[in-house]
């Protein structure tokens, strides 16, 4: 009906008619049903392609409506969808399944947490627990040290670079892909743990937001899409550069390293483009949610204060920069200086809604009072007078007129009599 009566309107007017009142959520609501169609004749043979579809129907999703509402409510809510899920936990609980450690993250990210807020959804509990459960392989993976995660970064670099070069098969590639993400995931997974015992919040949220960089979901904890060379290489170069340089600042400055681990966990991506603002806003949450952790003296915490006010991203990534510098004069002057501005500002705007305020009420006031008063001193024959003082010769012509009217005629005559009178009583 939108769509009809737009396209009426562009005929009628020769105008462009934008629909913005729910137009975007309804193409996605038409690719929910395509999809959920399809879902009806899938079989569970093969579950990994089907669920790698559904992952990447749910991540377009939750981009074009900025939300999970539509997988939530529409998808998740389905018949289809509920039975092919879990038709596929019971085909991989089967022994002689392989490719079970990519399938896990994969339903683990479909369903939660998403599926908290589906009323009905059966056997989802016993779905859940296997999910949740650590397989044998990922029992064997313990790494407590930095040095591990980097070799099986290093190892898998070279698995990857072996099937590009061996193979033209981009089923082969790919599958090879699978397996580097799983290994990496759960290597990942398995370290952080690690620091999370051992109570080290900088470095968890160093490896967090370096892992973002390269696609890892912080919700679902998962890389999304499948990690390649470009983004093992990545992994490699970055962690080992900025934890030389975080550890080094750390030996002259608490305040200049957390600084620098800010600005990383902010700015630190494989693409080429810059960070958008809302995944900057999910690593800032992340960022406070580790930071609580940790003691944040006065002056670093004035940087992140001030963002509190202004939400200019620019402007904290440039204090930043000059924290790590060490040049902290430079900072809390130019959040002085920007905080001078803002009162300025302020005093100026007030300044401006006073005199508004005052000329409001001055014409009002004006409106008020000149409005029936012109009417009057036009029925009078006195508006040429006002506001000017009446002259001598206006006198005159008062005596004058009154000597040859007893009465007054009209309505204009009236004035000059009324003065005549106060003339002889003076």
Known sequence: VANCLAENYSA???????????????IPEEEAGHILDDVKSWEVSNPEEKLKKLMSFMQ????????YDI??????????????????????????IQKILFIQPQLHSLLEPHVNKVKYFPQVKSMIQWIDQTESEEKQV???????????????????????????????????????????????????????????????????????????????NVFQPLLGCTEINFLLDEIQTVQHRYQELKTICTDRAQAFLVLKALTTTVNVSEISPEEKTQRLGLIRQHMEHLQLSTKFGQV???????????NLENNLRLFIDG??????????????????????????????????????????????LVDL?????????????MSRADFHLIYKTSGYNTQPRSEQELPFYFLQKLLMLD
């Not at 377009?60 to 939300?67: C, F, P, R, S, V």
């Not at 529409?74 to 092919?84: E, G, P, S, T």
């Open 377 to 389: 001193l036009q029925r009078l024959g006195l508006e040429h007078h006002y506001p000017k003082r």
């Open 60 to 67: 377009t999703l939750a981009h074009k409506t900025k939300g």
């Open 304 to 314: 992140l204060t001030k963002f509190e006010t202004d939400h200019d991203w620019e």
């Open 12 to 26: 009628l007017t020769g105008l462009d008619a934008l629909i913005q009142d729910g137009e975007h959520m309804l």
């Open 71 to 96: 997988w939530i409510n529409r998808c998740l809510k389905d018949l289809d969808l509920q039975i092919f899920l879990i038709n596929t936990v019971n085909f991989c609980k089967n022994p002689s």
């Open 142 to 220: 313990k790494i407590t040290e930095l040095s591990e995660f980097l070799k099986t970064l290093k190892e898998i670099q070279k698995a990857l670079m072996e099937a590009n070069n061996k193979s033209e098969s981009l089923e082969t590639v790919e599958e090879a892909q699978r397996k580097a993400t799983c290994v990496v995931t759960t290597a990942l997974s398995s370290f952080l743990n690690y620091l999370r015992e051992a109570e080290q919040p900088d470095m968890q949220l160093l490896l967090l937001c370096i892992a973002a960089g390269a696609g890892y979901q912080l919700e679902s």
């Open 327 to 372: 040049n902290y004069e430079d900072t809390i002057s130019a959040l002085k200086v920007e905080e001078v501005k803002k009162q300025l500002q302020i005093l100026d705007l007030e300044k401006k809604e006073t005199y508004n305020q005052q000329d409001n009420e001055n014409n009002q006031k004006e409106n008020i009072e000149k409005g029936p």
